[in-house]
């Protein structure tokens, strides 16, 4: 679907338009065929440049085709956020152009006037989209990470399924330290290639300096979660060894009363079998060893 919007600084909404004009806001979301055909043909971008825009993993990064600037980036898709994909940004001679698969999170906030989005001020513009974008990825980490701390708090009662949920968190850390990296790679990128004013040039800057902050919160946290790992590995050992060590006990609790019973149940002449306490001597032997094998796992501390 393709919406044409535009607002100029005498304007104070946003409005919908009718076809591309000057100063015009371009957004596509989910593009047919078609669609892609007349943004090629019609707008005059770049087909290879649309279907990266499109490609779930493409990395952050900054093009230039003729008078047009393409920068790729990520935003968070879902109702849960988890999800990330690819967001195109196309800086036109007389446009600005965003492209994504779904729609932002952040859309709604621009058309109901929360942002000062004028259209026509095109790098104004892709500094505000891509606040919005580091404002989204700065909140999921921060809920992220939370989640995480609360989970380490019950590392010692954790279960199968508590594990499987650190694993799915460990994997998405993952994908956002990815994130962060490639992102400030393009801040710098698109600082050191578009000329802005030194107060927009500020605010890079200062996107640079949140994303490295989110990096490292994600670095931090990742190795919280291999601590909680390696704590819960060596949990299940510490359990295993105690189950052997009871379960060796036990059998060898049974062992000794089978292998007398067995030998005095032999076809055989025995020494005391004609008497009629030996039953209970016996049983008084068995106490004894049992006793004796207790007292010798108590001293080593086995049980």
């Known amino acids: 679907m393709i919406s044409f919007f535009k607002r100029t600084i005498q304007d104070k909404f946003i409005k919908r338009v009718l076809k591309p004009q000057v100063g015009v806001w371009i957004n596509v979301v989910d ?15 770049d087909k290879r440049n649309l279907e990266s ?43 600005i152009l965003t492209l994504s698969r779904s729609k932002p999170s952040f859309l709604k906030k ?8 004028i259209t026509t001020q095109k790098l104004k513009c892709l500094i505000h989209l891509l606040s919005l974008i580091d404002k ?35 994997n998405f850390l993952n994908t956002l330290v990815s994130f962060y990296h490639h992102i ?30 989110g990096l490292n919160l ?13 704590y819960y590995v060596i949990l299940l050992s510490h359990r295993l060894n105690r189950i052997i060590t009871i379960l060796t006990v036990f059998t060898i609790f049974i062992e000794l009363p089978t292998m007398i019973s067995g030998i005095y149940g032999m076809n055989v002449l025995l020494p005391f079998q004609k008497n009629p306490w030996i039953f209970y001597y016996l049983i008084g032997i068995i106490v004894a060893i049992w006793l ?9 501390k086995i049980i």
């Open 31 to 45: 593009p047919s065929s078609e669609e892609l055909k007349y943004l090629v043909k019609e707008i005059g971008l």
């Open 53 to 95: 825009g499109l490609d779930p993993n493409e990395v952050p990064r900054l093009d230039f085709v003729r008078d047009n600037i393409y920068i790729f980036t990520k935003i968070l898709s879902g109702k849960e956020r988890k999800e990330i994909e690819t967001y195109l940004i196309v800086i036109g001679e007389d446009f």
């Open 110 to 117: 621009i058309l109901k006037g929360k942002v000062p989005f």
């Open 136 to 170: 989204d990825f700065q909140e999921v980490t921060a809920n992220l990470v939370k989640a995480v701390h609360k989970q380490s708090r019950l590392s010692p009662q954790m279960d199968e399924k508590m594990l499987y949920s650190l694993l799915e968190k460990e």
């Open 184 to 213: 400030n790679l393009l801040y710098e990128r698109i600082i050191r290639k578009i000329e802005f004013f030194e107060e927009d040039k500020e605010i890079i800057e200062n996107l640079i300096e949140e994303s490295t902050q």
């Open 218 to 230: 994600c670095k931090s946290f990742l190795k919280l979660i291999s601590n909680m790992r390696e």
């Open 292 to 300: 004796g094998f207790i007292l010798f796992l108590r001293r080593k």
